[in-house]
């Protein structure tokens, strides 16, 4: 009996321990985010929109660095072709890495349209 009540104490700390791990990692992925998200002063117009209301495309295109290449490039002026060499794509490619920052039906780029040069590059059917 004792051996039975030792055994579901320690199962529940188990338990306890892994819910609260994964609760931790849960903020860990909403902190990281946040910071990757945290508007600098040196920032574009395009960043400002994407971060403030896209973060969640905009953290997905940090972890890509073709997009992330692609959208610097775009930022800086430069042409479609210029972009594509810059950063080792296709200008076809380019189409494909913009669809991390399309967002859940194209917000990012409804919202941020005036701002980023980048969705310059490529229809709206495209993206």
Do not use: H, W
Not at 91 to 114: A, H, K, R, Y
């Amino acid at each position: 009996m004792i051996i039975q009540s030792k055994r579901r104490f320690y199962a529940g700390l188990m338990t306890a321990a892994l819910v609260l791990g994964c609760a931790l990692s849960d903020v860990d992925d909403d902190d990281d985010a946040v910071a990757v998200c945290a508007v600098d002063e040196d920032d574009t117009d395009c960043d400002v929109c994407i971060k403030t209301g896209c973060c969640g495309a905009y953290s997905s295109c940090q972890n890509d660095p073709n997009c992330i290449c692609v959208l610097n490039c775009a930022n800086d002026n430069q042409p479609r072709e210029v972009c594509a060499t810059r950063c080792n794509v296709t200008t076809t490619e380019i189409s494909d890495v913009l669809t991390v920052l399309s967002g859940t039906n194209q917000t990012c780029t409804v919202q941020c349209n005036d701002q980023c040069a980048v969705y310059g590059f490529v229809d709206y059917d495209g993206i």
